[in-house]
């Protein structure tokens, strides 16, 4: 589906307002292109809410019960506009009066999956929608692995909710660890012997998420701390 739109372009360090340390510029897009009304450079804290586009109805409710926490805390939610996890991560956001990026693997005229034009369209006008795509480009399976290597470029930490053994968020999970920033996997996740991917991870550095709060407590120092009811 192409949407038309009007839009603006920025290269990652203006983006985020400080200058990029050797590994984010050599992974960097050269181009973001971005719709919406959020600040520029990007306030702190960001943090991805990331998992499973066929998440079970517990995956969901914990997407959403770490979200409210974070937005409690004044913490920006980062997510891919995916159904299941993100589409949840962002709705969340935007009801309990949070804010949200989508960083979606289309150029921002499309909208990917159909189902969340409304979606895009409402996180445009009110929050931010970005993409490293321009429009005209034609969209490939890569071009969601780079979108989710982009959202770990521009988040202070990920959080994986859900994700089987193949998942798209696992991209993103491996990118986060090797910017050397904080990787959450969900307790239910980890404790899930069918699964090999968080013990391979948590090897690596990846924190086993038992409360939202440790969250928090792994954030930039000029996020508040911490109002959890």
């Not at 739109?5 to 510029?25: A, F, M, Q, T, W």
């Not at 066929?54 to 409710?61: F, N």
């Not at 891919?80 to 589409?87: H, V, Y």
Request: aromatic share 6%; hydrophobic share 40%.
């Amino acid at each position: 589906m192409v949407v038309e739109i009007k839009y603006s372009s920025i290269d990652l360090e203006s983006l985020l307002g400080r200058p990029l340390n050797d590994i984010e510029e050599k992974y960097a897009p050269k181009v973001i292109y971005y719709k919406g009304s959020m600040e520029i450079p990007l306030p702190c804290a960001r943090v991805s809410i990331i998992g499973s586009r066929h998440a079970s109805k517990k995956g969901l409710l914990e997407a959403e019960e770490i979200t409210k926490i974070l937005i409690k805390n004044r913490t920006i939610i980062v997510s891919g506009l995916a159904k299941g996890i993100d589409t949840v991560g962002h709705q969340t956001a935007m009801k309990y009066g949070g804010r949200t990026i989508a960083v979606i693997g289309t150029p921002l005229n499309k909208v990917y999956p159909k189902e969340n034009l409304k979606l895009q369209e409402d996180i445009m006008k009110n929050h931010l929608v970005i993409s490293q795509y321009p429009v005209g480009h034609k969209t490939t399976p890569k071009d969601f692995v780079l979108r989710n290597r982009t959202m770990a470029l521009i988040s202070d930490a990920s959080v994986i909710v859900e994700a089987g053994e193949t998942s798209g968020s696992l991209y993103q999970g491996w990118e986060t660890l090797r910017l050397g920033r904080p990787l959450f996997i969900c307790k239910t996740v980890v404790s899930n012997s069918d699964l090999e991917w968080p013990k391979k991870m948590i090897e690596y550095g990846a924190i086993e998420l038992d409360e939202s709060v440790d969250i928090l407590e792994n954030l930039p120092s000029n996020v508040k701390m911490p109002e959890l009811f």
